[in-house]
């Protein structure tokens, strides 16, 4: 029976021993619709600690979904989201960059709860806001299963991408 798990945001550090899980679990559950040029780029951003901190330090945001009973000392980390806000033409676009869960935690609810958090989040900043803020997410088109978690979770066509490869989801707050 798996313990319950808490969710974690860092936002302008985060222990290196997570951002160690964050890169393990990148390498370990990366999607295979996604292109070998684009695997590339992704993992050269996320091969080790401090590729994470660099994020980080560029913005972005970690959502952590990590053991709150402390049952598995070793990799506490069951899966996490990246997110960052982009301010565009009259408005604020939450982003999920990416969300990824460790195989043995799917379908027991990790992702809702992170993505969850990240909702949360997201309207906490837009109340703050003058200008109208979205969530948005992109997702590739080969990725069916990601796609249908996105449309269960509430989101909406928005636009093709630009390398025509993907599409971006959006969803009211
Ligand atoms: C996509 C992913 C994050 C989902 O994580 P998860 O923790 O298993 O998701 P949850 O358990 O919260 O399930 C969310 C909902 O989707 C459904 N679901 C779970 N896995 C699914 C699958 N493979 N296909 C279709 N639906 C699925 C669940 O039944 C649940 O629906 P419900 O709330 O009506 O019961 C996980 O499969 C993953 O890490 N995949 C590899 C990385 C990836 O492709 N990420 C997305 C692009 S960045």
Known sequence: MLGAAEILCHE????????????DIFHSNYPPSHTEEERSNDFLKRSNVEGIQ??????RRYFVARESSGSNLLLPVRGFIEARSVEVD????????WIMVREAYRSTGVATLLHDAFIED???????RVLPTLAQLGVNKDNKDAYSIYKKW????????????????????
């Not at 997201?122 to 703050?128: E, L, R």
């Not at 509430?154 to 707050?173: F, R, T």
């Open 154 to 173: 509430g989101y909406k066509y928005h636009q093709e991408s630009a390398n025509g490869e993907s599409v971006l989801l959006k969803k009211d707050l």
């Open 12 to 23: 302008d550090s985060i222990p290196d021993e997570t951002a160690l899980e964050i890169v």
């Open 122 to 128: 997201a309207k906490q900043k837009a109340a703050g």
């Open 90 to 97: 009259g408005g604020v676009l939450e982003q999920l960059a």
């Open 54 to 59: 660099t994020i980080l330090s560029e913005g």
